[in-house]
């Protein structure tokens, strides 16, 4: 199996201390400075972070991008949902930036990146679908690709069917061969953890708080390794 290598990552969350960590923002409200403002006044604050991120990782915009979520936009979906009970119109619009890879569709259309976008949702192993992935096309040619991992709270109807969450978002440039101050990401099989894992778990696990994360419903875990010269 091809060797996974993090080449850089950046996150947004505004439930952690950022400790002198440049990649970390903070900030209850993401600029959203990549996208023009018409499209970014459509994007909720997880989606102006995601595309503010992508833009850092991947200046040239010639990089594959796979955008994982456990529930995507759920407040907007509610919305529709509730005007359709009352007899309202659906708005295309609103429809459009309801689906699961809108984000990463606003992104490609602000950036002009033409490679492929591709949504995931895995019921709680998202993490381990993005890696997954990541390995297929590393090993059909890609060099590097952009994973993205974010979710917010399930709106308050459906809060006692899901886990507890806070927003958040991550980025990482994943590749084939180490650069510049990259670290070796090394799974292993079987481990015991967290039955899913969420944005902010793999925060921590970048700041150093947490030295290994597992999933047990993909039976892997995973932690860095500086590279050896």
């Not at 007899?87 to 990463?104: D, I, W």
């Not at 950036?111 to 192993?125: E, F, L």
């Not at 899901?162 to 084939?176: C, E, I, K, N, Q």
């Not at 990401?185 to 902010?200: K, R």
Request: charged fraction near 20%.
């Amino acid at each position: 199996m091809t060797d996974l290598y993090l080449q850089d990552w950046r996150a947004w969350t505004p439930h952690r201390e950022a400790a002198g960590e440049s990649r970390l923002d903070t900030q209850d409200k993401p600029a959203g400075k990549a996208v023009p403002a018409m499209l970014r006044r459509r994007l909720n604050l997880i989606g102006r972070a995601v595309c503010d991120m992508l833009a850092t990782l991947d200046p040239e915009t010639n990089r594959i991008v796979l955008h994982a979520s456990r529930h995507g936009d759920g407040e907007r979906t509610l919305e529709m949902l509730y005007g359709l009970n009352e007899g309202e119109p659906l708005s295309p619009a609103r429809f459009g930036l309801s689906v699961h890879n809108a984000t990463a569709g606003v992104y490609s259309i602000a950036s002009g990146n033409r490679c492929s976008q591709q949504a995931i949702a895995a019921s709680g192993s998202e993490w381990a679908a993005l890696i997954a992935e990541t390995h297929g096309y590393l090993a059909d040619g890609q060099s590097s690709l952009l994973l993205v991992f974010s979710d917010q709270p399930v709106p308050q109807r459906f809060a006692a069917y899901a886990p507890a969450s806070l927003s958040a978002a991550v980025a990482l440039r994943v590749g084939s061969q180490p650069t510049g101050d990259a670290q070796r990401l090394v799974e292993t099989m079987n481990p015991t953890g967290d039955s899913t894992l969420q944005p902010l778990d793999i925060i921590d696990w970048l700041m150093g708080s947490r030295q290994r994360i597992a999933c047990a419903i993909s039976r892997r875990g995973w932690q860095l390794e500086p590279v050896r010269s």
